[in-house]
């Protein structure tokens, strides 16, 4: 696990404009802000929840305060508000607010709150189903010249 420190630690990281580590980060500080892509397992914030603005994530797990990215990809999101230009996960759960502006993709998108929001401003919300997500799996294994062997 990498820990960060501060923004000028996770600067220092970034590397044709992409921090990215091959194992968790966990954020030690508040006010974390990159204009670099995060390439990650999972992200976590020490002691509580911080907020993470970066253009895309590329995680399997997020656990946040605030997440306000361009794009996200991970398997499953934990946070309290979420603001991203495109989603792509797994599970989301959030608690007031949950938006993306061009593209929302997920399994499950949930909200703590009584009246919470989850919406997508340029189309709807498209929920993948487990089979949906295998198969996609599959058509790239073969587009990429991987035999499958049983389907």
Do not use: P
């Not at 989603?87 to 399994?107: E, H, L, P, R, S």
């Amino acid at each position: 696990m990498l820990t960060l420190t501060s923004n000028e630690q996770a600067e220092s990281l970034i590397k044709n404009g992409v921090l990215e580590v091959g194992d968790d980060i966990e954020i030690a500080f508040d006010g974390f802000k990159t204009d670099a892509d995060i390439k990650c397992h999972n992200i976590y914030s020490k002691g509580y929840r911080r907020d993470i603005t970066a253009e895309v994530i590329t995680a399997w797990n997020i656990d946040a305060l605030n997440i306000d990215a361009l794009g996200i990809n991970a398997w499953d999101i934990y946070a309290w508000n979420i603001y991203a230009g495109d989603i792509d996960a797994g599970n989301i759960d959030y608690y007031a607010v949950c938006f993306a502006c061009k593209t929302f993709k997920c399994k499950s998108v949930k909200g703590r709150r009584e009246n919470s929001k989850h919406f997508c401003l340029d189309n709807e919300i498209e929920y993948i189903k487990e089979d949906t997500a295998t198969q996609e799996a599959i058509e790239l294994l073969k587009k990429n010249g991987y035999k499958i062997v049983k389907e």
